[in-house]
């Protein structure tokens, strides 16, 4: 079978690195990836390519950064095209970020099936752009992966057909596995940074319901300053935060130790040594989860509601004033048992067999 892959953004490369793999080690599938370019940066790109091995994207639309609809129309337009060129007999996407959506229209109207990794998850706040992204994919969708239980519910009460869904587990969970093994450390992470084991918190903020609020993002940085009063905090700061950062001038003197974004194994071992995690990422939550790490969820809802329902993750809303407290006062629990929410780290050969048996 022919594929055309669609990826763009960060999570969508760590995502795709077991799938690509398995396809490519079956011989049984001819994978075509295209890069929309939506993320770009050395550090939120190519270092992803080079580190989890991926297999070079044949296409590269460099849409770069926009707004959501001149986003979003661009891919549309590119992709198009390539469609056209190469008649795949299915369009892969993953998640729920403007590539996803544009690569599934422009599949579905060409009438060609799409499969969405990450289907059925819902956070039911449509404000937030991958609600929408993520919930037009499902309906066009012809494959629904979903990751849990949970997010298969959510596609049956949307009325999608059971036929079309299948629980393959978390795709995250195949990479975790893979990249957190020793033979992957060539250096000591956390000497290079500073940091002791067990005795710093790791922070990462990028939604836009965060980062566009001027007020919303001073109130997290000016509790996470107190916070740092009490545990090192260490900040690898995505481009979109860094800039709005920067040009509010959002920044005084802080203890929060600011670097550049790293790589999928460094940030493992971060996630991994960690006391504990602040994070709005969707990903991260759930690698925590695999790692053993809990996370204070900055955010008022989540589509991971299982790893809050059983306390691993705490939600904490980013508007409230002196939420440090909460974070201060958050108690580790030592020794819970992980249920395997997301299926067992073979996600990628699941998606295979049903692909090649459907
Ligand atoms: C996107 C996804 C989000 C996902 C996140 C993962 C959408 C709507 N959002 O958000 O769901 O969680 O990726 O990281 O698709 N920028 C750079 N260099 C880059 C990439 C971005 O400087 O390589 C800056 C630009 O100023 C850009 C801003 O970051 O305007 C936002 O980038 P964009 O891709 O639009 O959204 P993300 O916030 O990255
Ligand atoms: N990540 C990384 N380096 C960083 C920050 C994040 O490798 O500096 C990884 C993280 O471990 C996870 C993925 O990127 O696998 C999550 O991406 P992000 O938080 O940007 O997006 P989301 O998951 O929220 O869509």
Redo the contacts with the bound molecule.
């Keep these: 079978k022919k594929i055309i892959t669609v990826i763009g ?3 969508q490369f760590i995502k795709a690195a077991p799938v690509s793999k398995t396809f490519e080690e079956s011989n049984k599938i001819d994978e075509i990836i295209v890069h929309t370019g ?4 050395e550090s ?2 190519n270092l992803f390519f080079n580190e989890l091995k991926i297999k070079k994207p044949l296409y590269n639309l460099e849409v770069g ?1 926009c707004s ?1 609809a001149e ?1 979003t129309g661009k891919i549309l337009n590119g992709i198009e095209k390539i469609i056209i060129k190469e008649k795949p007999d299915l369009l892969l996407v993953y998640g ?4 996803t959506i544009a690569g599934a229209l422009a599949a579905s109207k060409l009438h060609i099936p799409v499969a969405h990794v990450e289907a059925g998850l819902r956070s039911f706040n449509r404000n937030m ?2 609600e929408v ?1 993520r919930i037009v994919t499902d309906h066009l969708s012809e494959y629904l992966f979903s990751p849990t239980e949970i997010a298969t519910s959510n596609l049956i009460k949307e009325g999608l057909s059971n036929r079309k869904i299948f629980n393959i587990g978390d795709v995250m969970h195949d990479s975790c596995k893979e990249f957190i093994k020793e033979e992957y450390i060539t250096y000591d992470i956390l000497k290079k940074y500073n940091l002791e084991k067990k005795k710093y918190v790791i922070c990462t903020i ?3 319901e965060n980062t566009d609020s001027e007020e919303v993002l001073s109130n997290i940085l000016k509790n996470l300053d107190k916070v740092s009063d009490t545990i090192n905090i260490i900040f690898p700061l ?3 935060t860094k ?1 709005i950062i920067e040009s509010k001038n959002l920044l005084n003197k802080t203890n929060i130790k600011f670097i550049d974004p790293v790589g999928y194994i460094e940030m493992l071992n971060l996630l991994k040594n960690a006391e504990f995690i602040i994070t709005d ?2 990903g991260i939550q759930k690698e925590g989860y695999f790692l053993g790490t809990q996370a204070i969820v900055l955010r008022n809802e989540t589509e991971w509601t299982e790893l809050v329902d059983i306390n691993w993750n705490i939600l904490v809303p980013p508007n409230t004033q002196n939420f440090y407290q909460k974070i201060l006062n958050f108690k580790t629990i030592e020794n819970q048992k992980r249920s395997s929410f997301y299926g067992n780290g073979n996600s990628s050969q699941q998606m295979l067999n049903y692909i090649l048996e459907n």
């Design positions: 953004a960060r999570p939506q993320h770009y940066d939120m790109s950064s959501h986003q729920d970020t403007n590539s752009p991958e992204n990028h939604r836009a995505h481009p979109r800039k990422s969707g």
